[in-house]
Nanobody, 123 residues
Framework: QAQLVESGGGLVQAGASLRLSCATS????????VGWFRQTPGKTREFVSL???????KYAESVKGRFTVSRDNAANTVYLQMNNLNPEDTAIYYC?????????????????WGRGTQVTVSS
């Protein structure tokens, strides 16, 4: 059973950067799409970014030009570099694996999740 562990969250000021990591054990990531989603209290989990097994990247409109997703298959880790953060980026960030869908932004198409890492951006 694959396990995902997110890390790298924290409390930063607007304009700062953070790099989130999604480390995997029990599964080789090379053949999977890995997505980043975020969630705030009372709201559904929303798509942020994904990187497919062939390297294709997708981003939500709200983060395009500020966030960059990457993967290190040898380390079984996916990263989310977040620059120029703003208070609207405050959320718990989750990574998930989609083993059956190539570039889906649908949270229901992700079958394995980490526990999340909190990102808080102050104004």
């Amino acid at each position: 059973q694959a396990q995902l562990v997110e890390s790298g969250g924290g409390l930063v000021q607007a304009g700062a950067s953070l790099r989130l990591s999604c480390a995997t054990s029990g599964r080789t990531l090379g053949h999977d799409t890995v997505g980043w989603f975020r969630q705030t209290p009372g709201k559904t989990r929303e798509f942020v970014s994904l990187i497919a097994s062939d390297g294709i990247e997708k981003y939500a409109e709200s983060v395009k030009g500020r966030f960059t997703v990457s993967r290190d298959n040898a380390a079984n880790t996916v990263y989310l570099q977040m620059n120029n953060l703003n208070p609207e980026d405050t959320a718990i960030y989750y990574c998930g694996i989609s083993s059956q869908y190539w570039t889906s932004q649908n949270v229901r198409h992700y079958d394995t999740w980490g526990r999340g890492t909190q990102v808080t951006v102050s104004s």
